[in-house]
């Protein structure tokens, strides 16, 4: 199974940026697609955004529509996040996750669909 680590979180204030990278261990299949997820403190875990590993389909969580992109880099086996315009409801920690299998507007976003996880990395940000 893939392994996945995150980096690039920290504390900032709010309306900055952040870019969050999640690195893999090997190569990402195509058939496969991967996801960030976050998990605000006392509160369940939810997609962000999704992207395909192999045609750049993506899908957005309603919070980060127009303020977060998802992307990858196939030839450097890494996913990133990059995120604008944050928000004090931002605050998480954020994790990558990889899934084999088509991907799908209607699941993508579920965690119920990735077969492996990254540690996570905290984002806080403050007003």
């Known amino acids: 199974r893939v392994q996945l680590v995150e980096s690039g979180g920290g504390s900032v204030q709010a309306g900055r940026s952040l870019r969050l990278s999640c690195a893999a261990s090997?190569?990402?299949?195509?058939?496969?697609?991967m996801a960030w997820f976050r998990q605000p403190p006392g509160k369940e875990r939810e997609g962000v955004a999704a992207?395909?590993?192999?045609?750049?389909?993506?899908i957005y969580h309603d919070s980060g529509k127009g303020r977060f992109t998802i992307s990858r880099d196939n030839a450097k086996n890494t996913l990133y996040l990059q995120m604008s315009s944050l928000k004090p409801d931002d605050t998480a920690m954020y994790y990558c996750a990889a899934a084999l299998g088509p991907f799908t507007v209607a699941t993508a976003l579920s965690p119920y669909q990735y077969i492996s996880w990254g540690q996570g990395t905290q984002v806080t940000v403050s007003s």
């Open positions: 090997e190569y990402i299949s195509i058939r496969s697609y």
């Open positions: 992207i395909s590993i192999a045609g750049g389909s993506t």
